[in-house]
């Protein structure tokens, strides 16, 4: 409350067509005065510590409210404040959280970072971290203070593991940004983590990934992944040639497929629930099915007028890791396929093995983009793939068409650490 007092000043000083004593000017001077001193010391506390919405004549902008609690407030269209870190990230990272709510940076190294200016005890200070990856192979490490639970704790936090004594989580597979949101009630005496753009645990089933045996740098125990989503397929005739025409999606199917048939079998050679496997794409339409891996087409009598419905069903698997990735990859380049031997000619074949995962990034040959093969023989400088594998053992090789459009390979050489589990119709 203002102390200004014009209580003091005679209003009615001086009195007109009267000698006036000069006591009286003298009066209001000082009371003028004394109340000008006032209101300069009072004006310069409020800019000393109102929040204002510019600055001030001749001071910068300070609207810090140290901590001052603001109460039954209605706010709208709030913001929050943003800090880059740097594009090339590694080494100990000092995140100031006074410096912003949102601080942001692309990892490309190994990082550990520590944090700093938190809110004081007894009031809960957040920093939300949005990490670029452009470094698959780092490591993220956390200061002694993150809390180790089993609810909050960063032992919770997805591919984590204990290094050293020092929190660290590795980077998962084909992930290219990873958010955190860093808390305490403390100052950071203890911190709590959690994540906001991915699972806080690793056995939170994630869709549509590639699962080849071997996994991929990041893979750890526990992690579960269902198989990407495959089309039930239509039967609407069976043909004495020995194929089934369907309305369905062929271009999901490939050779030695597993698939089941389900609803009403129309033909007496094809057993509801019996897993049988693709052994020919005939069409965009059609397809074959044989009993055995690599067998032949199943003998089927020819049904163009179905009274039930029958449907084939692609075998699904539910994927589950059982250790952390260990494998090597081997980058190849690839500057041919041959239609004659169904040979892809690579630069070299150093340290490939028959029966390990391969994956190309562009179509080439028959080949698909980003899909698990698998080597099935090696005669330098080709091998031949299949685009299945049973008992740890590659299936019928792919029919490739020549092409000499250049592309890349990964090959993974290493351990199984992945096992399926079949997702049986019901």
């Known amino acids: 409350m203002s102390t200004i007092n014009t209580n003091a000043l005679d209003v009615n000083y001086p009195i007109p067509g009267v000698n ?106 957040n920093v939300q971290l949005q990490l670029a990856i452009s470094n698959a192979n780092s490591f993220i490490s956390f200061p002694s203070e993150m809390v180790i639970n089993e609810n909050t704790g960063v032992t919770t936090l997805e591919n984590f593991s204990n290094i050293a004594g020092v929190a660290t989580v590795s980077i998962p597979y084909n992930i290219s940004q990873i958010d955190y949101r860093i808390s305490t009630v403390d100052c950071g005496n203890s911190l709590l983590v959690e994540p906001y753009n991915r699972p806080r645990i690793d056995t939170q089933i994630q869709n549509n990934r590639l699962v080849p045996p071997t996994g991929f740098r990041g893979d750890v125990p526990g992690t579960v992944v269902a198989s990407q989503s495959l089309d039930q397929l239509p039967i609407t005739i069976s043909n004495a040639s020995d194929y089934f025409t369907t309305t369905g999606n062929t271009t999901q199917l490939y050779t030695d497929m597993p698939i089941t048939f389900s609803g009403t079998s129309c033909e007496a050679s094809i057993a509801v629930g019996t897993t049988y496997y693709v052994r020919n794409v005939v069409s965009a339409t059609t397809f074959s099915v044989s009993s055995t891996l690599g067998g032949a087409n199943v003998n089927l009598a020819g049904n163009s007028s179905l009274t039930s419905t029958m449907y084939g069903n692609p075998v699904n698997y539910v994927y589950i890791c059982t250790d952390t990735y260990n494998s090597t990859s081997y980058l190849k380049n690839v500057s041919n396929t041959t239609v004659t031997t169904n040979a892809v000619t690579l630069n070299n074949i150093t340290n490939l093995t028959v029966n390990a995962p391969i994956i190309f990034t562009a179509n080439i040959g028959g080949i698909y983009a980003n899909t698990v093969y698998y080597i099935k023989a090696i005669s330098s400088p080709n091998i031949t793939v299949s685009q299945s594998r049973t008992n740890g053992v590659a299936d019928t090789v792919v029919t490739l068409s020549s092409n000499s459009t250049a592309t890349t390979a990964t090959a993974y050489v290493g351990n199984d650490i992945w096992k399926k589990i079949v997702a049986t119709t019901w």
Do not use: C
């Open 20 to 125: 006036n004593n000069s006591q009286g000017f003298r009066d209001n001077f000082a009371s003028i005065k004394t109340n000008l001193n006032t209101a300069a010391t009072e004006i310069t506390d409020l800019q000393n510590k109102v929040v204002v919405k510019s600055a001030l004549s001749g001071s910068s902008l300070n609207n810090d409210m140290a901590n001052t609690i603001i109460s039954n407030a209605a706010t709208r269209s709030f913001r929050a404040t943003t800090y880059n870190l740097g594009n090339s990230l590694s080494g100990t990272v000092l995140v100031d959280v006074s410096l912003g709510d949102v601080q942001y940076g692309t990892v490309a190294g190994n990082i550990t970072f520590q944090f700093g200016n938190w809110a004081p005890t007894g009031t809960q200070s």
